[in-house]
């Protein structure tokens, strides 16, 4: 399956460039207010069972532009404008912005569910994140050659998936061996969010870099039951009918044979 993609040569990335800015702007605020309040801008923004239990949903967000020290936040930054600016180049601003914040809100999520023992504990940073947006480019190119350099020294060449595969690997024997001060729930949920949502978006054989809105997903949905299904739809529904029976075939599956019916368009079982 070939996947077309929408690229604007002329895109600033400024969804990556937003989200850099943001992240910058609120370490120094929390730096200059420590100052003054120490624990003060943690335990407002940072995420915790205390703070979500009292109300302070906005953590689920806040959470993910705070961070422990400057290599911390080097580190983030660094592999959001590594991976994240063709994952926006491919997917769109808004689409990307999105899939940045829900993937740092399954990390949060994730790092509450594992982390019930530490209940006054605190979670800041944007990893969960990070995580979910390297996610989202494995998913998307899974066979995409990358170099990274191991201990910063020795150089490493493998396929994104293969990335994908290794640090979730890595984040799920420390989730195991217990945290360790490290979130590493947070990555592996926001990893396995992100990588999900992209392959899903590769899946779907075309991905379009445009506005994204509701009267978007509304005209594209009426349009597209007006229109012939695809022939890789098509093939995939014989496919399953062949192994499993029509029995098998899904509501959606279904509208597809009917679409196809319609048409006049006729496969061999």
Same mark, same amino acid.
């Given at each position: ?6 690229k +604007?040569e ?9 989200? =850099? ?8 605020l929390?730096?200059i ?7 003060? @801008?943690?335990?407002?923004? #940072?995420?915790?069972?205390? #703070?979500?239990?009292? *109300?302070?949903?906005?953590? =689920?967000v806040?959470y ?9 936040? =080097?580190?983030? /930054? ?12 491919t997917?769109?601003? @808004?689409? @990307?912005?999105?899939?940045?914040? /829900?993937? *740092? ?8 569910l ?12 944007a990893?969960?994140?990070? =995580?979910?947006i ?17 201990f ?24 195991? #061996?217990?945290? *360790?001060?490290? !979130? ?5 949920? #926001?990893?396995?969010? *992100? ?13 379009f870099?445009?506005? @994204?809105?509701?009267?978007d ?5 009426? +349009? ?10 098509i093939? !995939? ?21 009917s ?11």
């Open positions: 399956m070939h996947t077309t993609v929408f +604007n002329n895109h600033i990335h400024s969804g990556v460039q937003a989200i =850099f800015i943001l992240t910058i702007i609120i370490y120094l929390h730096i207010i420590d100052r003054f309040a120490d624990g003060l @801008f943690i335990s407002i923004l #940072g995420l915790s069972w205390k #703070g979500v239990v009292s *109300g302070k949903i906005w953590q =689920f806040s993910q532009f705070l961070h422990a020290n400057f290599w911390h936040l =080097f580190i983030n /930054l660094f592999v959001l404008a590594f991976l994240g600016r063709e994952v926006e180049e997917i769109g601003t @808004f689409k @990307f912005i999105l899939a940045y914040l /829900l993937c *740092g809100i399954i990390g949060g999520i994730g790092w509450l594992l982390s019930y023992k530490a209940s006054h504990s605190v979670c800041v940073g990893s969960g994140a990070i =995580f979910g390297a996610g989202l480019f494995a998913g998307l190119f899974p066979h995409r050659e990358i170099y990274l350099l191991l910063f020294v020795l150089p490493l060449k493998m396929s994104a998936r293969i990335m994908a595969i290794i640090f979730g690997a890595i984040s799920l024997l420390a989730v195991v #061996g217990g945290e *360790g001060g490290v !979130a590493h729930s947070a990555h592996l949920a #926001g990893g396995i969010g *992100g990588y999900f949502y992209g392959a899903s978006l590769r899946r779907r054989g075309v991905l870099n445009r506005p @994204f809105s509701l009267i997903i509304w005209h594209k949905w009426k +349009n597209r039951l007006k229109e012939p299904p695809a022939e890789f739809e093939n !995939a529904v014989l496919d399953k009918i062949s192994r499993n029976g029509i029995a098998s075939l899904t509501l959606r599956e279904r509208r597809i044979l679409r196809a019916k319609q048409y006049g368009i006729k496969r061999q079982l």
